[in-house]
């Protein structure tokens, strides 16, 4: 666990605003956000930003199977790290914003579930935008994109992507406390009666 955090640490380090946190996420947030998968699954689950791999973790211990997990790391050592650990996984190099092409090459069009423990308040709002647009490309009307953040507010903003989004958990024993919020694509029939 110290050796995850060192080396979680010093990605932090070589850049601060892609990693988000000086530390990774605790356990309990890791399970916090791997009980809001829907099980049993309907297609692979997306893990944006394994980073150590607690969520990974998590998301394995709560039954996700490892050949319907996909996990995207941009960080080379962090990568390196995650695909030795899970080798039984779909550990994948390359950037959240470009999705479609790391995985659909590998036939995923699909998912049931998209984890993500990003950093989103911290990007640049281009950035976020391409993430968000691209994890929401793979869930059907209802499926979840599960995110946490140390904010008070929505790290994604609803309106503009045209998806709804509530807290379901708050982990005080995270440092720093966090928040876990799920957002869906509205069905076609909710969608034009919010408009």
């Given at each position: ?10 990605a932090?380090?070589?850049?601060p ?18 009980r ?11 893990e ?17 199977p ?7 790391e941009r960080?080379?050592m ?22 479609t ?16 423990g ?11 935008r ?5 994890a ?37 024993g ?22």
């Open positions: 666990m110290f050796a995850d955090s060192q080396m979680f640490f010093r932090w380090l070589r850049n605003l892609r990693v988000g946190a000086v530390a990774p996420s605790s356990r309990d947030l890791a399970e916090a956000m791997a809001l998968v829907p099980m049993p699954l309907q297609g692979p689950v997306i944006l930003g394994g980073g150590t791999g607690p969520i990974t973790t998590a998301l394995l211990d709560a039954g996700v490892p050949d319907q997990l996909y996990v995207i960080d080379p962090l990568h390196r790290r995650l695909a030795a650990r899970f080798p039984a996984a779909h550990v994948l190099r390359g950037d959240a914003a470009h999705l092409s790391l995985l659909h090459p590998l036939g995923v069009r699909e998912a049931a579930a998209v984890v993500s990003l950093p989103l308040l911290s990007m640049k709002r281009a950035v976020q391409a993430i968000v647009q691209e929401f490309a793979f869930l059907p009307h209802g499926a979840p994109f599960i995110q946490f953040t140390y904010g008070l507010f929505s790290p994604v903003p609803r309106r503009a992507f045209g998806v709804t989004g509530r807290p379901e958990a708050v982990v005080l995270n440092l720093p406390p966090a928040r876990v919020w799920v957002y869906r694509k509205p069905a076609a029939a909710d969608a034009r009666h919010a408009a």
